[in-house]
């Protein structure tokens, strides 16, 4: 089905018809339409407009109601003040507007078919190290991203750039080698070792041979002289190597598992995966003029990035040691991104802290060429999680915060929620574990993506799972109560009828449901979640309103104001629950 146009973008279309018909020289000027509390919108464009054609904006204004053609669309054109339209839509237009998105299994949302192709560098955790709290947001926001972008019609391919290389796995490798059996799966049975015993056996492993490293002078040689190996491709430390691989990705699996995503193996494409590039990137460089060699390291110097001392500070893209540095590989990404996955669009979901590195990079590939009008590079930075003393967010101990313990603790605390009100409701015991799971897991989503990604956020999980004020339990709690409604509708069901009068409250939901479609799209173009996660709160409180004032069951209202309502009831329901999807929230039917 084609896309609905919103009543914005009607009514747009007949005050452009209005200019054309009134001021033929200025037929192609914006009306600069916008949703108002004085009317349903307010047009500012005619003030800009008198200027330009030295006219009276009020006089100007007139002229452009009265010629504007009789339609059922805008029920009431209010000059005021200087010149402002103060526009109000009639109660038939919004109902056929909404019945038209009901209809379609999209709402009415456009899919753009020549889109381009986004490649999402997100949820980037390191092999043998444990997820903290810090590796929360790139994994939330980027999923939602993804989410959102193939909705709209972009082809998405997913990137998780982990931190599989560098001078720790010799470290790793050489203790292994002396300590056979240190990886071995304690599980019993021959049962698949889980998420906790294969982070406990890294965990294990990394404190031994650290500890070996640090007071050894012999084993940190060998240490050493195994991370050549490893970069010289050496079968038998390339095997142990990829054991330390398989091991974090069962781990890594289970932590995502918990957050409710979808992690495919296939996308993970860890710094290992450009080794064979970077040679190549740094000779492209060094050969075109773009990087420079400056005391024996490979550098890309830029004006407006300097030291302390005021002297250049590079992009240092391989060491005088011959070593490569972040930049080599981050650049020989963005050539395979740009060259073997066609990207039109590199969406970084990074640490806003790591905005100096990306910023160069970025302009290196540029000036490679490798960057240009046609493919563009964003890194979405995100703020810091802080506790509730708004500082970093850490343990009592002072330590960092284990991503796995906050999200066990999170759905704990959401199940005794869930559970409070579970024998009003009828729920089964698994049932509130289920919920309570998606509650939980939800709640910890919705704090991230409700805020604007750039600021640092409090995690306060007492908030989280309130059931009043802006959060998720609160928008699933609404869907539920939606979805209830049908079960005691008898007879009765949606159905739309243009002809009756709208209350205020069911004119506010309904304009705020047509919003829906233009929201996804801005989301998408600014790469902002938490502007749906915004709509999607209003809206559930625009329900709160429209079901306290507007009976829908009891008392019983008249037949085709009863089919009405539950077709509201139903548009929001459907339309709650597409907008936390593409936050990546559930949205269960009975809480």
């Keep these: 089905m084609a896309s609905v146009p919103s009543l914005a973008s009607t009514v747009q279309q007949r005050l452009a018809d209005g200019l054309s018909a009134a001021l033929p020289d200025a037929a192609s000027a914006d009306p600069l339409l916008r949703r108002s509390d004085r009317a349903d919108f307010q047009a500012n464009g005619i003030l800009a407009l008198a200027k330009q054609l030295k006219g009276n904006p009020r006089e100007l204004a007139t002229r452009v109601v009265a010629a504007i053609p009789e339609n059922d669309v805008l029920r009431e054109i209010e000059v005021s003040g200087p010149g402002f339209l103060n526009i109000t839509v009639s109660d038939a237009a919004i109902v056929r507007t909404l019945a038209a998105r009901a209809a379609d299994a999209r709402l009415g949302v456009p899919f753009n078919e020549s889109a381009g192709t986004t490649v999402i560098d997100y949820a980037q955790p390191n092999v043998a190290k444990e997820m903290h709290v810090g590796h929360l947001r790139s994994a939330v926001i980027g999923a939602a991203m993804v989410e959102i972008l193939e909705f709209t019609g972009e082809t998405v391919v997913r990137r998780h750039h982990i931190g599989d ?105 860890g710094e290992s995966g450009y080794n064979d590039m970077l040679a190549e990137t740094c000779r492209i460089l060094e050969e075109s003029g773009v990087a420079v060699r400056s005391e024996g390291a490979l550098c890309v110097f830029f004006d407006d990035v300097k030291g302390p001392d005021g002297n250049p500070t590079p992009l240092i893209v391989q060491k005088s040691d011959g070593g490569f540095g972040y930049a080599a590989t981050d650049l020989s990404a963005i050539r395979d991104r740009v060259g073997n996955l066609k990207a039109t669009t590199l969406l970084y979901v990074v640490d806003a802290r790591q905005s100096l590195h990306f910023k160069m ?124 409604i049908f079960g005691k509708a008898g007879d009765r069901t949606p159905l739309a009828h243009p002809e009756l009068e709208l209350a205020p409250a069911e004119r506010a939901l309904g304009l705020h449901l047509d919003q829906f479609g233009e929201v996804i799209a801005e989301a998408a173009a600014e790469h902002a979640p938490h502007k749906l996660a915004a709509y999607l709160y209003q809206l559930a409180s625009l329900y709160t309103s429209f079901y306290d004032q507007c009976p829908v069951i009891k008392p019983a209202p008249a037949q085709d104001v009863a089919e009405n309502r539950l077709f509201l009831c139903d548009l929001t329901a459907r339309t709650l629950h597409q907008g936390m999807a593409l936050l990546g929230i559930r949205t269960p039917e009975r809480l």
Excluded: C
């Design 165 to 269: 290389w560098g001078t720790q796995f010799g470290m790793l490798i050489q203790y292994l080698i002396e300590h056979p059996h240190e990886l071995d799966h304690k599980a019993e049975g021959g049962s698949e070792v889980s998420g906790e015993e294969a982070m406990s056996n890294l965990n294990r492993l990394y404190k031994a041979s650290r500890a070996l490293f640090d007071t050894d002078e012999a084993f940190k040689t060998r240490a050493r002289a195994r991370v050549v190996d490893l970069q010289a491709g050496d079968e038998e430390t390339l095997a142990l190597w990829q054991r330390f691989v398989d091991e974090s990705k069962i781990y890594f699996y289970s932590v995502f598992d918990k957050l409710d995503m979808d992690i495919r193996d296939a996308d993970v494409i």
């Design 361 to 484: 990079v970025f302009e290196t590939a540029r000036r490679a060429g490798w960057l240009n009008e046609d493919v563009k590079a964003v890194q979405l930075a995100f703020g810091t999680v802080l506790g509730k003393d708004g500082k970093p967010f850490k343990t009592r101990e002072g330590e960092t915060v284990r991503l796995v313990d906050l999200l066990d603790e999170a759905v704990d605390r959401a199940t005794s929620v869930v559970r409070e009100k579970a024998e009003k409701v009828g729920l089964s015991e698994s049932e509130i574990v289920e919920n309570g799971r998606y509650v939980g897991i939800g709640a910890v989503k919705y704090a991230d993506l409700s805020t604007s990604a750039a600021r640092d956020y409090k995690f306060d999980l007492d908030q989280m799972v309130s059931l009043n004020g802006d959060t998720s339990v609160y928008l699933q709690y609404a869907y539920a109560r939606i979805r209830s």
